[in-house]
Nanobody
Framework: QVQLVESGGGSVQAGGSLRLSCVAS????????MGWYRQVPGKRRELVAD??HVEESVKGRFTFSRDNAQSTVYLEMTNLRPEDTAVYYC??????????????WGQGTQVTVFS
């Protein structure tokens, strides 16, 4: 059974930094199919960063990286702003089978940035 486990969230003052980690286990897939998303209450979950994309508001502040050998992806977040406050999720996928498109999500890790 595939599991994605995030860690590294917390509370930090504006201008501070955090590093999120997501470890994948139980499946055979490349971590280049993984990315970071975030969601605030009442809003849609949005892509923050993956191998190919970086959300405009975090460009120059957040860095996505991965360690294939450790099946881990990271999100290095610097110069954090209060508007970065959200639950951050790790996603693996999308994948495709005869049943259609599917993906996997972690449980989420809270990031709170206070001014």
């Amino acid at each position: 059974q595939v599991q994605l486990v995030e860690s590294g969230g917390g509370s930090v003052q504006a201008g501070g930094s955090l590093r999120l980690s997501c470890v994948a286990s139980g499946g055979i897939f490349s971590v280049d199919r993984m990315g970071w998303y975030r969601q605030v209450p009442g809003k849609r979950r949005e892509l923050v960063a993956d191998d190919e994309h970086v959300e405009e508001s975090v460009k120059g502040r957040f860095t996505f990286s991965r360690d294939n050998a450790q099946s881990t992806v990271y999100l290095e977040m610097t110069n954090l702003r209060p508007e970065d406050t959200a639950v951050y999720y790790c996603r693996a996928g999308p994948f495709y089978s005869g049943r259609g498109e599917y993906d996997y999500w972690g449980q989420g890790t809270q990031v709170t940035v206070f001014s």
